[in-house]
C-alpha cells in the first residue's frame, strides 16, 4: 500500500468512526503520520548490529591456583566499528574490535583458559570474575544488549545461558537433547536368565568396539575385549575413576591387563571431572549398541546376582549418537589413562558374586517403532516424566531403590494413577536397601488406599531366581525405558547415565512379563517380620565383615 493510500484510509476511517472533537485529534495525527512516511527508508542493520550480541557462559572459578583461566564466553559480530565493552559494575574492559569468531572466550590468561574452553580464546586484560558474584554487563557503544548475572560460583562449573534462565554445569560438560532414531532390529533380555547375550554381543565386534561402565571386573568380558583388540578392532574402556565403597584389587588387575594388551583405558574422574560419577553400561560394536542396567562384572552382565534388563540394539545411526557420546566424555581433561591414574594406589581385596540360577526368560527380537536415547545430566528425567505422563494403561516401574518421596519421577507414577492409570512399583529387598524400601512401599500403598488409586507397590523376594534387584527399567503402555537411571536426585542431575526408550508393543509384553513373574513373588506390606530380621542379620554381617569399608547407595553406587 503506498503512503498517500494510507493516509487516506485513516483520515477516512477517522472521520467516520470519531466525533467532531475527535476528528481534530485524528488529523493532527495523519499529519504526523505524513512527516514520518516522508522519512526514507531505513537502510539494512549495519553488520556490526548488537541485536545478536549476548553473554552466553561464564566461568568464574576455574579448579586453578588464583582461578587462573576464568572466562566469560561472548557472541559478537567478528568485526565491528562500535566501542564493545565488559563491566562487572566496578570495572569495565573494552573488548578488542576483531574477533576470530562470532563466539569467543574473553580472559586475562588465555592460556590457562585454552585448557578450559571450547571457542577460539580473545586476551582482554585485567579481566576479573569474582566468585562471590557478578553483575556482567555487555555494551555497544556504552548503550547495555546483554546481561548475565551469578552468586556464588561452584568450583570448576559454567554458568551457562538457557532457555529458561542460568544454570551452572562442569566445565567441559555439554547438554544434550533427545535423540529418535528408527525403525530398529531390538534384542529384549534379562539377567541372570541371558548372561550369554552381553559377552557374544562384544565377541563379534569387527571394527569398533567402545565400552563405557561404571565399574569392570569380568574376565569374560576382558576376554573378548583382548581378542578384539588382536583382531585389529579399535577397542576403548571408559569406567569410572572412584566407584564408592572403592576399586577392588580384581577389578584393578582386570584393567592393568586390558591396558597391557593395548586397549585404551582410561577412568573418569579427579579434579576436573564433569560428573559425581561415570554410571552408564553401554557399548557400541561396530552398528550395533548393547544398553544394560548392569555393572561389567561377575554380579551384573555375568549372570551371578542380579536381575538386570538390558536391550542390543541394530541401527546405526543410534550407534553413531553413542559413539559420539563416547568420544566425548573419553576426550575431555578429565578422562585419565588407567596407566597413569593407577600409580601409588593401593586397591581392595573384594570378592567375586559366584550365584547360579535358572535361565527361564530366553531373549526376544523384536522390530521397534522408535528408539530415543535418553542421557544425564541433562535431558533422561524430563524425557522419562513425559513417557510416564503419556501412558493411558499401564505402568510397571523396577528400581533397586527411589529417592525423594517428592521426585519427579515418582511423582509422575501418581500422576499416572490419578488418572486411572494401573501403576505397579516393584523395588529391590537387597539389605542395604530393604528398610528404606520397606518404608516407602507401606508410604505409597497407604497412598493407594487413601486415595482409592491403582497403584500398588512391592519389596521383591527373589525366590531363588536372582539374588536381587538392580534393574532400573520402565514400562510404559508399549514403550520400554532401559538403563542406568536410577531414581534419584544424584543420578539425573549429577551422574552420566544413559537409558534408551524404545517404543515397541511385542517388547513392551515381554518385559512386562518379567516383571510379573518378579512381582509375583514380592512383599505387598512394607515392615513384615522377614524384613526387620533380614535388616538386623545384614547390619550385623556388615559391622562384624566389612567394617572398614563404606558401602552406601546412591545415583552412583551400585
Known amino acids: 500500500m503506498t503512503r498517500t493510500k494510507i493516509l487516506r484510509t485513516f483520515i477516512t476511517d477517522a472521520g467516520a468512526s470519531h466525533p467532531v472533537s475527535r476528528r481534530r485529534s485524528c488529523l493532527l495525527v495523519a499529519a504526523a503520520l505524513v512527516a514520518a512516511l516522508a522519512v526514507p527508508t531505513a537502510a539494512a542493520p549495519p553488520a556490526d548490529t548488537a541485536a545478536d550480541a549476548t553473554i552466553t557462559a561464564a566461568v568464574p572459578n576455574p579448579r586453578a591456583d588464583g582461578d587462573a583461566g576464568e572466562f566469560v564466553v561472548l557472541r559478537l559480530p567478528t568485526a565491528s566499528s562500535a566501542n564493545w565493552t565488559l563491566g562487572d559494575g566496578e570495572r569495565v574492559v573494552t573488548l578488542p574490535p576483531d574477533r576470530p569468531s562470532s563466539r569467543v572466550a574473553v580472559s586475562a590468561d588465555p592460556t590457562a583458559t585454552r585448557r578450559l574452553a571450547d571457542v577460539p580464546v580473545v586476551a582482554v586484560p585485567h579481566l576479573s570474575l569474582s566468585n562471590a558474584g557478578e553483575r556482567l ?14 552468586r556464588s560460583a561452584p568450583a570448576g562449573e559454567r554458568l551457562v545461558r538457557t532457555d529458561d534462565g542460568a544454570r551452572w554445569r562442569p566445565v567441559g560438560y555439554r547438554p544434550r537433547e533427545v535423540h529418535r532414531y528408527g525403525p530398529a532390529t531390538v ?3 534379562v539377567l541372570p536368565d541371558a548372561s550369554s547375550v552381553p559377552v557374544e554381543t562384544l565377541r563379534a565386534a569387527r571394527t569398533r568396539l567402545l565400552l563405557a561402565g561404571y565399574t569392570f571386573t569380568s574376565d569374560r568380558i576382558a576376554d573378548a575385549l583382548v581378542a578384539a583388540e588382536r583382531r585389529g578392532v579399535e577397542v576403548r574402556v571408559l569406567v569410572d575413576a572412584n566407584p564408592v565403597g572403592g576399586r577392588t584389587e580384581a577389578g584393578a588387575r582386570t584393567l592393568d591387563r586390558l591396558a597391557a594388551a593395548g586397549v585404551d583405558v582410561a577412568v573418569l574422574g579427579g579434579p576436573r571431572a564433569r560428573f559425581d560419577y561415570h554410571h552408564p553400561k553401554y557399548a557400541v560394536v561396530d ?3 548393547l544398553v544394560t542396567s548392569e555393572n561389567w562384572k561377575p554380579a551384573g552382565v555375568g549372570g551371578r546376582s542380579s536381575r538386570g534388563w538390558g536391550v542390543v540394539v541394530d541401527a546405526p545411526p543410534v550407534a553413531t549418537d553413542l559413539d559420539g557420546l563416547f568420544r566425548a566424555d573419553a576426550g575431555w581433561r578429565d578422562a585419565i589413562p588407567w596407566t597413569r591414574f593407577r600409580r601409588g594406589k593401593t586397591f581392595d581385596a573384594g570378592t567375586s558374586a559366584e550365584g547360579s540360577y535358572p535361565s527361564r526368560f530366553d531373549p ?23 513417557v510416564i505422563d503419556g501412558t493411558s494403561d499401564r505402568v510397571d516401574v523396577i528400581q533397586p531403590t527411589v529417592g525423594r518421596r517428592d521426585g519427579p519421577l515418582l511423582r509422575a507414577t501418581l500422576r499416572a494413577a490419578d488418572r486411572g492409570v494401573e501403576v505397579r512399583v516393584l523395588l529391590s529387598g537387597a539389605w542395604y536397601v530393604i528398610e528404606e524400601n520397606a518404608a516407602l512401599v507401606e508410604w505409597l500403598n497407604g497412598v493407594a488406599e487413601r486415595r482409592d488409586l491403582p497403584l500398588t507397590a512391592r519389596v521383591a523376594e527373589p525366590s531363588g531366581r536372582y539374588e536381587k534387584i538392580h534393574a532400573k527399567g520402565v514400562v510404559a503402555d508399549d514403550v520400554v525405558v532401559v538403563g542406568s537411571l536410577n531414581w534419584n536426585e544424584n543420578a539425573v542431575s549429577e551422574n552420566r547415565e544413559v537409558a534408551l526408550a524404545i517404543r515397541s508393543r511385542a517388547l513392551a509384553d515381554y518385559f512386562r512379563e518379567t516383571f510379573v513373574a518378579d512381582w509375583r513373588a514380592g512383599h505387598g506390606t512394607g515392615r513384615t517380620t522377614w524384613v526387620i530380621v533380614t535388616g538386623a542379620i545384614a547390619a550385623l554381617m556388615l559391622a562384624l565383615v566389612v567394617a572398614r569399608k563404606t558401602i552406601r547407595f546412591d545415583g552412583g553406587g551400585r
Open 137 to 150: 554487563r555487555l555494551r555497544r557503544d556504552g548503550v547495555v544488549v546483554a546481561a548475565l548475572d551469578y
Open 187 to 189: 534384542t529384549g533380555f
Open 287 to 289: 552398528d550395533r549398541v
Open 364 to 386: 526376544t527380537e523384536v522390530t521397534a517403532a522408535e528408539v530415543r536415547v535418553l542421557t544425564a545430566p541433562g535431558n533422561a528425567e524430563a524425557a522419562l516424566v513425559g
